[in-house]
T-cell receptor, first 117, second 111 residues
Framework: GAVVSQHPSRVICKSGTSVKIECRSL??????MFWYRQFPKKSLMLMAT?????????EQGVEKDKFLINHASLTLSTLTVTSAHPEDSSFYIC?????????????FGQGTRLTVV | DAKTTQPPSMDCAEGRAANLPCNHS???????VYWYRQIHSQGPQYIIH???NNETNEMASLIITEDRKSSTLILPHATLRDTAVYYC????????????FGKGMKLTVNP
């Protein structure tokens, strides 16, 4: 399958600072990217959907000013957690889908473990 | 909200076939059935997807009932590395259609 790379895989930051997570599609052009978060022993929760060159669409309850998403190119999307607090500690996962086919599958990055201290 | 239901867990003996069920009784005509799995602390891995015909690839087979209200993912020869949480997801057509994850099913392959 296609390769989606996330960076960093693990980050620890101080409370009040901002953290940027990158998601890259390495061998295909990702027209749509999705960002998820996952708490321990829980399922993935969709945070937002972004299409290249457009503003992201956030799911209900997700603060768009806190979780800034940029999808400026067909191979890169970034998620910035602004003014991070300990409750933002979580596993963040991106997903990328290419093409405009009706049944194209999405591929996932390896995830980023964020710990806010 | 997830549109599928799966049993919370299942055990399987190594080398045997693992049959993972999924109910999606409210699926609509243009929605696909997708299967992903997640090994601990990794991103989900795509397995297979289908609309109404049975599908097979190098990882698994997907059997969809004629009324499309349920499906079964078959891992023909389970190995210890197949131990993971398996997610059955119904998704509409279109590139921006979301993948909404339910609780999934934990498959444990025992030696």
């Amino acid at each position: 399958g296609a390769v989606v790379s996330q960076h960093p895989s693990r980050v620890i930051c101080k409370s009040g600072t901002s953290v940027k997570i990158e998601c890259r599609s390495l061998d295909f052009q990702a027209t749509t990217m999705f960002w998820y978060r996952q708490f321990p022993k829980k399922s993935l929760m969709l945070m937002a959907t972004s299409n290249e060159g457009s503003k992201a669409t956030y799911e209900q309850g997700v603060e768009k000013d806190k979780f800034l998403i940029n999808h400026a190119s067909l191979t890169l999307s970034t998620l910035t957690v602004t003014s991070a607090h300990p409750e933002d500690s979580s596993f963040y996962i991106c997903s990328a889908r290419g093409g405009f086919g009706r049944n194209t599958e999405a591929f996932f990055g390896q995830g980023t473990r964020l710990t806010v201290v | 909200d997830a549109k599928t239901t799966q049993p919370p867990s299942m055990d399987c003996a190594e080398g045997r076939a693992a049959n993972l069920p999924c109910n999606h009784s409210t699926i609509s005509g243009n929605e696909y059935v997708y299967w992903y799995r997640q090994i601990h602390s990794q991103g989900p891995q795509y397995i297979i997807h289908g609309l109404k015909n049975n599908e097979t690839n190098e990882m698994a087979s997907l059997i969809i009932t004629e009324d499309r209200k349920s499906s079964t993912l078959i891992l023909p020869h389970a190995t210890l590395r197949d131990t993971a949480v398996y997610y059955c997801i119904v998704r509409g057509q279109g590139g921006s259609e979301k993948l909404v994850f339910g609780k999934g099913m934990k498959l444990t392959v025992n030696p």
